[in-house]
């Protein structure tokens, strides 16, 4: 399966009409939030990705405010709000969890990881706005920002795949926890094949 990962465009339309580009090449994509600046424009970053060629997986990031989101995605028939859900294509299940900033533990997570980790008996994709822990998380000074809560639950479950983002010091970077490919796809995107 060929999936488009991108996200923090932050009202980069230029960026946002590249990742559609690539769209194009693609079985589904997936954006990991931080669409615009604080909602700005959103209706139109939301109207884009509704025109991808392929459905949209998205969670939101820490720009986008979370219940407007929801309401918002609600107008749309080719974009799929992710968030503390999943979607299953093909043989391949997508875990999403959005939101966050810099909280190193998240409560709420590790309660629901419970759950998440029954869907997890095939392949698994599980996309993030938040890196966890020590993967793709590094400031320009060297200081990690992930979630730990997040690294702790790759570590048992390894997902084939862990898309994030928010930290625009990693843009392009990837890691590995364990068999797990964590990536951090940049505004432009990346095609990741699995």
Do not use: W
């Not at 960026?15 to 559609?20: N, S």
């Amino acid at each position: 399966m060929k999936i488009l990962a991108f996200g923090d465009t932050h009202d980069d339309k230029k960026a946002f009409a590249r990742a559609k580009e690539k769209a194009k090449q693609v079985d589904i994509a997936v954006c990991i939030g931080d669409l615009s600046v604080f909602q700005r424009d959103i209706d139109y970053f939301l109207k884009e990705l509704n025109s991808f060629p392929v459905h949209v997986l998205l969670v939101h990031g820490n720009h986008e405010d979370l219940d407007s989101l929801k309401k918002q995605c609600e107008k749309y028939d080719n974009i799929f709000l992710i968030h503390d859900g999943f979607y299953k294509k093909d043989d391949v299940m997508f875990l999403g969890y959005g939101g966050g900033g810099f909280s190193t533990t998240d409560a709420y997570f590790e309660e629901r990881a419970k759950v998440y980790k029954q869907l997890t008996k095939g392949r698994t994709v599980f996309v993030l706005h938040q890196p966890p822990y020590g993967k793709v998380d590094t400031l320009y000074d060297g200081s990690h920002v992930g979630n730990k809560s997040f690294t702790r639950f790759i570590e048992e479950v390894q997902p084939v795949l862990v898309i994030c983002g928010h930290i625009h010091e990693t843009f392009k970077e990837k890691g590995s926890i364990g068999e797990s490919l964590v990536v951090n796809p940049g505004p432009d995107g990346l095609v990741l094949e699995i």
